[in-house]
């Protein structure tokens, strides 16, 4: 069906750029530019960020390298927005061929607008740091419904234990928390609190302030841009991620070891070394940020580490499938 071959091709380019600009998004961040184009969607009342010196609306000496670099991310989350809107446009067209369900791509476009308008709050709230999270988590939302969608047109399904499956979805999850964990930390701009490794501040528990570091309205109107918190606050958020981390490690090491374990599809077999190869990447980059004095490359490729354990973990789940149906007549 020629239907099904766009929605794959779709699905897999949209999924493809999804990732870039979730990495876009934190490179943005990381480099200062989240307000460099201080409206939206415009750039100082333009579409691109050429001559942006001479515009009118300027209030403040505008920065041209940090307002391109937050430009480029808004052009590719707009191309993006244009592929999952077809997305959506061939599940009504298809809806009694079944290809993809109207209400999955529903939701999908659902979460795109969400997202846009998180994008806009992110400068017009200027990087309040709850905005901020959130326009991470649906980004991230956004790139594992692309991938599921992927997966679900290429991926061979095999029941598994139903032990596995629970285990893994629990993975899943604490790896979710855990990524909601590091949006709070760059939001904040905590990620430097903790200057050492293993210790922090060298000490295992420096002085924290918790009271402060969660505060997920703090009501003012200020700029969060390098943040605002004090040491101890910050210092809070960062331990808080770090023991995030042991957890996600944790339940991750044990589904893949319970899945390599038992009698599982091969499919699921490779999902299961994908998330363990992603995992150790991860840790691995997470030292050597801290080691090194935080790098920016090793910052963004912390995001983008990130990112693919989501989908590799996803991909687990969606290996490991549904727990088949008891027979008729079984009393199950």
């Given at each position: 069906m020629r239907a099904a071959v766009l929605l794959r091709r779709l699905a897999l380019t949209g999924f493809a750029l999804?990732?870039?600009v979730v990495v876009l998004g934190a490179y943005v961040r990381l480099?200062?530019?989240?307000?460099?184009?201080?409206?939206?969607p415009g750039c100082y009342g333009r579409?691109?960020?050429l001559d942006i010196a001479q515009s009118a609306t300027a209030q403040v000496t505008p920065d041209t390298g940090k307002a391109w670099r937050e430009m480029i991310h808004r052009y590719a989350a707009g191309t993006l927005g244009l592929i999952i809107i077809a997305i959506g446009l061939i599940a009504i067209v298809t809806r009694r061929q079944r290809i993809i369900g109207v209400g999955y791509a529903a939701f999908l476009v659902a979460i795109l607008f969400l997202q846009a308008s998180l994008g806009m709050l992110t400068v017009t709230l200027r990087l309040t740091p709850l905005i901020v999270t959130l326009h991470l988590l649906f980004g991230m939302t956004t790139l594992a419904l692309l991938a599921w969608l992927v997966l679900g047109t290429a991926t061979k399904v095999a029941p598994a234990a139903p032990f596995v499956r629970r285990l893994t979805l629990a993975a899943l999850v604490v790896l979710a928390l855990q990524i909601a964990l590091g949006g709070w930390t760059s939001s904040h701009y905590a990620a430097t609190a903790c200057p050492d490794f293993p210790t922090c501040q060298n000490a295992w528990w420096p002085p924290t302030d918790f009271k402060d570091a969660f505060v997920l309205w703090p009501g003012t109107t200020t700029s969060y841009e390098g943040g605002l918190l004090d040491a101890p606050a910050r210092a809070a958020i960062q331990m808080t991620h770090r023991?995030?981390?042991?957890?996600?490690?944790?339940?991750?090491?044990?589904?893949t070891y319970f899945t390599l374990r038992k009698p599982v599809a091969s499919a699921a077999r490779r999902a299961a070394w994908l998330v363990l190869t992603f995992l150790a990447l991860q840790l691995g980059i997470a030292v050597s940020m801290v080691v090194e004095g935080f790098p920016l490359w090793l910052a963004t490729a912390h995001n983008a580490a990130a990112a693919c354990l989501l989908v590799a973990t996803l991909a687990l789940y969606k290996t490991l499938g549904p727990p088949p149906a008891a027979p008729a007549g079984s009393g199950a």
């Open positions: 999804c990732l870039v480099t200062a530019a989240g307000l460099g184009c201080p409206d939206w579409a691109t960020p023991l995030g981390a042991c957890a996600a490690t944790l339940m991750l090491v044990l589904a």
